[in-house]
């Protein structure tokens, strides 16, 4: 099993252009997240899928769509990249569970807006 | 404002000595994950607690959740060069939504 994989590994993009960040994962997971990582402040949550079909907001997702056509995969889209969007973005998947979400995350993108 | 504090932001040791890493919030969790995570890689998962006044053992990592089910603890006894990482824990209030806290790093030294 591959788990879970992001693709590009590293990216800078232009104020105001757009583009997706694919992930996948092999695991038949139900849950699966986007997430932010900035110095100091830990993983904040984007977005979310728990199962195709299904996406709902997190904590942070302002400048950014999601969409899950099938239960693989799960890509963030930015609609016009911000330089306040510069950060490393994680992807990650998890089984269902009532009581712990364990989270199987993917080796993440490096973004750089300029 | 974080719901999960992590304590202290950085830590730096030498190899042998025995380091602990507090993770507290006000808030009541159904369990607290903690996860490593090291330079350019995604997190991974170490351990999850779920009952409160639970201790886990992994190897020289030792876990506890307090028994309120507010805090968490991470005790490494006798670190190594290969315990260095950023630690990060992550707490779940029965939706999908995990809360993470700001990570402590942890670097020890041979």
């Known amino acids: 099993n591959a788990g879970v994989t992001q693709t590009p590994k590293f990216q800078v993009l232009k104020t105001g252009q757009s583009m997706t960040l694919q992930c996948a994962q092999d695991m038949n997971h139900e849950y699966m997240s986007w997430y932010r990582q900035d110095p100091g402040m830990g993983l904040r949550l984007i977005h979310y899928s728990v199962g195709a079909g299904i996406t709902d907001q997190g904590e942070v997702p302002n400048g950014y769509n999601v969409s899950r056509s099938t239960t693989e995969d799960f890509p963030l889209r930015l609609l016009s990249a911000a330089p306040s969007q510069t950060s490393v973005y994680f992807c990650?998947?998890?089984?269902?569970?009532?009581?712990?979400?364990?989270?199987?995350f993917g080796p993440g993108t490096r973004l750089t807006v300029t | 404002t974080q719901l999960l504090e992590q304590s202290p932001q950085f830590l730096s040791i030498q190899e042998g000595e025995n380091l602990t890493v507090y993770c507290n919030s006000s808030s009541v969790f159904s369990s607290l994950q903690w996860y490593r995570q090291e330079p350019g890689e995604g997190p991974v998962l170490l351990v999850t607690?779920?009952?409160?006044?639970e201790v886990k053992k992994l190897k020289r990592l030792t876990f506890q959740f307090g028994d309120a089910r507010k805090d968490s603890s991470l005790h490494i006894t006798a670190a190594q060069p290969g315990d260095t990482g950023l630690y990060l824990c992550?707490?779940?209030?029965?939706?999908?939504?995990?809360?993470f806290g700001a990570g402590t790093t942890v670097t020890v030294r041979a």
């Open positions: 992550a707490g779940a209030m029965g939706d999908y939504k995990l809360s």
């Open positions: 990650a998947s998890s089984y269902s569970s009532r009581v712990a979400y364990e989270q199987y």
């Open positions: 607690v779920v009952t409160g006044g």
